[in-house]
Antibody, heavy 124, light 108 residues
Framework: EVQLLESGGGLVQPGGTLTVSCVGS????????MSWVRQAPGKGLEWVSG????????YYADSAKGRFTISRDNSKNTLYLEMSNLRAEDTAVYYC?????????????????WGQGTLVTVSS | EVVLTQSPGTLSLYPGERATLSCRAS???????IAWYQQKPGQAPRLLMY???TRATGIPDRFSGSGSGTDFTLTISRVEPEDFAVYYC?????????FGGGTKVEIK
């Protein structure tokens, strides 16, 4: 059974830095691109960033470029999102998401599996 | 960036009625790059459809998708009580991936 478990959310001050993590299980982690998708309270879904399984392809939304860094450690089956210079508008639930089985190579794709999310609150 | 506009914002229906949800793209998107999700309060999104008209694993056949070019539609033939939720379309034809603003299907 595929499972994605996010952690690391919390309260951070504007301008601060926070790293959220996602541990994947039930599949060969290195074979799959992964993404971060966020959802501000009461709002819709916004894709933030995606990374390929092992060949270094990375994409960012404009809202994340220059402030957020996506990375992964395949030996630990873990996906990361380091967020710096955080703003109030970054307050959201951050989900990690995984493609369907036959779309593992594609970073820019749709998502079959989602974690439960971790809440990041940016406030003084 | 491809902007996806969903309408209506809210759809009020009785159980058993037909639901028609629209997703309009700001530029042409190949139908192979359109997905639909369902989200209930406090839950992560659930993939319903991909490639515009292919149901994801375990999705009942009362859900169907169609469309091409810039106009895409998700139809629920007869809304069941468990279908009341928010629905999002997504395009994955290029970066950035984008989602529509959502359509809430509520009980009338």
């Amino acid at each position: 059974e595929v499972q994605l478990l996010e952690s690391g959310g919390g309260l951070v001050q504007p301008g601060g830095t926070l790293t959220v993590s996602c541990v994947g299980s039930g599949f060969t982690f290195s074979n799959y691109a992964m993404s971060w998708v966020r959802q501000a309270p009461g709002k819709g879904l916004e894709w933030v960033s995606g990374i390929s399984g092992s060949d270094g392809r990375i994409y960012y939304a404009d809202s994340a470029k220059g402030r957020f860094t996506i990375s992964r450690d395949n030996s630990k089956n873990t996906l990361y999102l380091e967020m710096s210079n955080l703003r109030a508008e970054d307050t959201a639930v951050y989900y990690c998401a995984k493609p369907r089985g036959d779309r593992g190579y594609q970073v820019l794709t749709h998502f079959q599996y989602w974690g439960q999310g971790t809440l990041v609150t940016v406030s003084s | 960036e491809v902007v996806l506009t969903q309408s209506p914002g809210t759809l009020s229906l009785y159980p058993g009625e037909r639901a028609t949800l629209s997703c309009r793209a700001s530029q042409r998107v190949s139908s192979v790059y359109i997905a639909w999700y369902q989200q209930k309060p406090g839950q992560a999104p659930r993939l319903l459809m991909y490639a515009a008209s292919t149901r994801a694993t375990g999705i009942p056949d009362r859900f169907s998708g169609s469309g091409s070019g810039t106009d895409f539609t998700l139809t629920i033939s007869r809304v069941e009580p468990e279908d009341f939720a928010v629905y999002y379309c997504q395009q994955y034809g290029g970066s950035p991936l984008t989602f529509g603003g959502g359509t809430k299907v509520e009980i009338k």
